[in-house]
């Protein structure tokens, strides 16, 4: 069993370290006050070759998988969750057309996100279904214009990056919308100037500003069959296993980054003739902390090595649940504790712990909550996937 990165994985982590260090470090605290899009950070990853990290050789990406991935957004996120995302908007989108999509799509779609010439959005969440997919109204029927062609109707919400997108990946219902049947759920790219595109709000989020959340409505919008990837309700389910250990990476750094300038300043600052740090009780607090956050680590990279050997469908949702499910509240717990440390200076804005504090509850809400993973973990145990005997 081997616990080193392979020299090229080792590489690519030193390489983002330092892109990290000297070009997302200094605009974090800006991003965030202003929540304007970091044009300039998403060139710099661009130019570093960063954007098809996940993506095949053979549609213009590198080949370092998921496992890559990971560990690119690990680096980013210590100091901006916002440049994680845009990471991470690399792969959820592509994910159910590298799993189903035909070879024609995967050349037209895969190679403008990997050279940073387009970028997408996943449609899935929906007003009044979140967590429950099988509840979506979204639909499609079929286009009496177009042979095999289908019109799509409905409305998607909290849609990371909506607003930057090129195109969508939209997941509706082909029939009655009002039906629960798992196979008649689709997966359609949309282009998102389509004819009956529009995209009419922008929410106000607590964190992770920079990347516009966003409402997108469909209104008769025409699809070809070149459009139609299928799948139903199983590739939106795998699409997402498959990013539980890229959300974890998320986590993972967040947590990183707010132990790591929480332990600085204890070290730093005095109180009662000594510094915060001499005290017993903040430096068990801060070992605690950090156990938690290598052992979200294990988890996160080995789920990050079974999602690459294809290993996302029922049988491995135990352990990439248990990957986005503990690194994420490990999180919210490494967030909470930068704060406490600081004490009244961290929850001021002069400090980014405030920011890693409000940045950290999205990741135990998006691409299912801690509750849906935990479930996910106990149906995986009962049904005997996740088993030590």
């Known amino acids: 069993m081997e616990f080193e990165l392979s020299p090229e994985m080792y ?78 908007l ?53 286009d009496p214009d177009i042979e095999d062609g289908f019109v799509i109707n409905g409305t998607k919400c909290w849609i990371s990056g909506g607003m930057q997108a090129d195109w969508f990946v939209v997941f509706a219902k082909v029939g009655d919308p009002s039906l629960r049947q798992h196979t008649n759920i689709y997966g359609f790219i949309v282009e998102a100037d389509s004819s009956g595109v529009t995209r009419p709000r922008v929410d106000e989020k607590m964190g992770v500003k920079g990347i516009d959340t966003t409402e997108i ?47 600085e300043y204890v070290k730093q600052r005095e109180a009662f003739g000594k510094t915060i740090s001499d005290f017993q009780g ?32 029922k049988e491995h949702v135990p352990m990439l649940s248990m990957a986005k499910y503990y690194a994420s509240e490990v999180a919210v717990k490494a967030s909470g504790l930068a704060v406490q440390l600081l004490g009244a200076a961290g929850y001021m804005h002069d400090h980014p712990v405030e920011q890693f504090y409000r940045d950290a509850r999205q990741l135990t809400i998006v691409e299912g909550t801690s509750q849906i993973q935990m479930d996910l973990i106990g149906r995986g145990v009962l049904h005997h996937d996740l088993w030590w005997d």
């Open 11 to 88: 590489d690519l982590q030193q390489s983002v370290r330092r892109l990290a260090q000297t070009k997302i470090k200094p605009r974090a605290r800006e991003i965030d006050t202003t929540g304007e899009y970091p044009q300039d950070i998403f060139d710099e990853l661009r130019r570093a070759d960063l954007l098809g990290l996940c993506i095949p050789e053979e549609y213009g990406g590198s080949g370092a998988g998921i496992m890559g991935l990971t560990l690119a957004i690990e680096e980013v996120t210590k100091y901006s969750n916002v440049i994680g995302l845009m990471l991470l």
């Open 90 to 142: 690399t792969r959820l989108p592509t994910g159910p057309i590298m799993i189903a999509g035909n070879e024609e799509q995967k050349q037209k779609y895969l190679p403008g996100i990997a050279n940073g010439t387009s970028r997408a959005a996943f449609c899935l969440s929906e007003p009044g279904a979140g967590s429950d997919v099988a509840g979506m109204r979204t639909h499609a029927t079929p």
């Open 217 to 263: 409505v469909f209104e008769n919008v025409k699809v070809g069959p070149r459009q139609v990837i299928g799948g139903g309700f199983l590739l939106a389910m795998e699409s997402l296993n498959a990013m539980r250990p890229i959300v974890a990476a998320r986590a993972i750094g967040l947590a990183e980054g707010a132990l790591m300038y929480a332990t």
């Open 282 to 313: 903040i430096r068990w607090e801060i070992a605690k902390c950090a156990t938690e956050i290598e052992a979200a680590r294990l988890l996160t990279y080995r789920g990050a090595w079974l999602a690459d050997q294809g290993m996302f469908s």
